[in-house]
């Protein structure tokens, strides 16, 4: 079965930098989406950033300007590298994997929560924790 392992997180103060890491294993499809979602203590899941097997990617207007998402086809790695850390980054992280038409969904609606509902693959998630 599919298998979306995270790890990376921690704490950091504001202005920090983390890179998140997800190692897959199991997806067999040759074309995917994958990309990171977050979710905050009492808010809803929203999504961060998306990639396809092409490559393309998509980032949240939360994400823009500050966080770069990649992968690694050898390492069977994604990758969320973030620069400029806020507080209102701080929550858990969580790797995500789909067919490819996912990332055509966020792509058009990429802050609209219920993107996340296209999403079936979910990771058990990694914390980040921003401080001022």
């Known amino acids: 079965q599919v298998q979306l392992v995270e790890s990376g997180g921690g704490s950091v103060q504001t202005g920090g930098s983390l890179r998140l890491s997800c190692t897959t294993s199991g997806y067999t499809y040759s074309t995917y989406c994958m990309g990171w979602f977050r979710q905050a203590p009492g808010k809803e899941r929203e999504g961060v950033a998306v990639?396809?097997?092409?490559?393309?990617?998509s980032y949240a207007s939360s994400a823009k300007g500050r966080f770069t998402i990649s992968q690694d086809n050898a390492k069977n790695t994604l990758y969320l590298q973030m620069n400029n850390l806020k507080p209102e980054d701080t929550a858990m992280y969580y790797c995500v994997a789909d067919l490819i038409f996912a990332c055509r969904v966020f792509t058009s609606r990429a802050d609209d929560p219920l993107v996340a509902g296209h999403f079936g693959y979910w990771g058990q998630g990694t914390q980040v924790t921003v401080s001022s």
């Open positions: 990639i396809d097997s092409d490559g393309s990617t």
